[in-house]
């Protein structure tokens, strides 16, 4: 018989306690970080203002307000968007679950399939992409804290002036600052990142709200338009244009939908992940796209151009302290989104190449540090160099989703034993050849090197868009084929053991 969803057992069918250690992991694989959870104390709200925190920020709202641009009507795209986050719904729940069951973050779900060692080639993946990410949305952060400190003090406009390394002198400290505070949320652990994302995402929503009825209090609601392209589409093109919406929407959360386990593993249940994936993105995310488009729609009409940076919208208000409040919230919604998206998963990641070595906060610093060598304001400033060097990286991530999946669910048929994840030994069920799955590495490359060919061969970028989707069809297709006569476990070995780890 299956355990019952959320709860974990001993041998005997005993439910296990806090106090239970199991000796025998390997500590090559094991570190109080990486082992099952010790409390899973996540309810509906703290996933909820998960996604919050991810669709909030500079870049969500850039996105939500290009589409309302492709020449479609607003049904049109409104009906593109719920598609599209609702395929992101599902495919959370799906990774969800192995993680909540087990208690263990993406990284080491990840041997399941790749291996116990094996893991480490999707772990390192998805933390070089993450740091990637995190020097950039922290530049971003530091520019508008920068606007904020020019607006109030414009004696420091001559800081602006010097350049080091390509960043001006106030460049830097704004960075810096930055830099230090999101470590500093970070550092004291997921108990300070949930309270921190829990107030972030819900002032987001005050801010953007404010925004929305102060520019349709000044333009009327007549001057509000839910298209904001001139372009008039032929039937074929519009549905052309529906399909890459949704595509888009997928592609965009395609991140921390990939390690989203490193927070579904603290989840009370399924059903409470459930209903905070349920609210944080359908719903949410809708109603995150129609107040921005009010925002954009309305800036047109106001200042006479629309404006699709939040940041300059919010400095055009005229009220210094409303520019304050505004942009400090804007600050916090990029602070959140980069350390639930691009810290805590190269943190588990890192770790996870060298467990006794590498702890969370070290994986962690580890990423920032390396987002600080990256210069990101350098690589943001040379969108050919973020083509080529993020669209690599992500070319591995519908792959990645489609061979964890389809082992999951498909090969193992939703049986995962914990004890074998953190076995470094050849009887374990993970260690495969040498700690590797040949047969995930197999399925993994020829999947990468058609969503390559999709990037760099120019006949084939007009399905771009469409890569996640492809990449993780054929990930999850050639795996389950190579893999398709595979044994299946045996179901009186169902119950999992969990090593017992911190909070």
Known sequence: ???????????????????????????????????????????????????????????????????????????????????GICIVQICANLVAKPSQIAGVPYAVICRQSFGVFGANIPAVIRGLIAVAWYGIQTYLAGNAFMLVMLKFFPSLIPLTQSQWLGLSTLGWICFSIMWVLQAMVFWHGMNAIKRFIDFAGPAVYVVMLSLALWIVYQTGWSNISFTLASKI???????????????????????????FGDFSRY??????????????????????????????????????????????????VGNGVAIALGLLTMIIATIGINIVANFVSPAFDFSNCSPQRINFRTGGMIAAVGSVLLTPWNLFQSPIIIHYTLDVLGAFMGPLFGILIADFYLIKRGQLYVDDLFNASSSGRYWYRGGFN??????????????????????????????????????????????????????????????IGKD
Not at 291 to 310: C, R
């Open 267 to 316: 989840g009370k249940s399924m059903q409470e992940i459930r209903r905070g994936n349920r609210w944080g993105l359908p719903f949410n995310f809708l109603l995150f796209s129609l107040v921005t488009v009010v925002i954009v729609s309305g800036s047109q009409s106001l200042f006479g151009e629309m404006i699709t940076d939040p940041i300059e919208t919010v400095t055009r």
């Open 233 to 259: 589409l032929s039937p074929s093109e519009q549905v052309w244009q529906m399909l890459t919406a949704t595509a888009l929407v997928v592609s965009y959360f395609a991140g921390p939908l990939l390690n």
């Open 1 to 83: 018989m299956l355990p019952l969803e959320g709860t974990r057992f001993m041998p005997n069918n005993e439910k296990i306690s806090a106090s239970s250690i199991n000796p025998h992991y390997s500590p090559k694989l094991t570190n109080e970080d990486l082992a099952p959870t010790r409390k899973q104390n996540w309810g509906w709200y703290n996933i909820f203002s998960f996604w919050m925190t991810d669709v909030h920020s500079m870049g969500g709202y850039v996105v939500a307000a290009s589409f309302f641009a492709l020449g479609l009507s607003s049904w049109q795209v409104l009906l593109s968007l719920l598609v």
């Open 438 to 499: 040949p047969k995930a590495i197999m399925a993994l490359l020829p999947a990468v090197a058609i969503g390559l060919m999709i990037i760099f061969i120019p006949n084939l970028q007009q399905i771009s868009s469409f890569s996640w989707f492809i990449g993780a069809f054929l990930g999850g297709s050639i795996y389950r084929f190579i893999a398709r006569n595979d044994p299946l476990p045996n179901n009186a070995a169902l119950f999992i053991r969990p090593e």
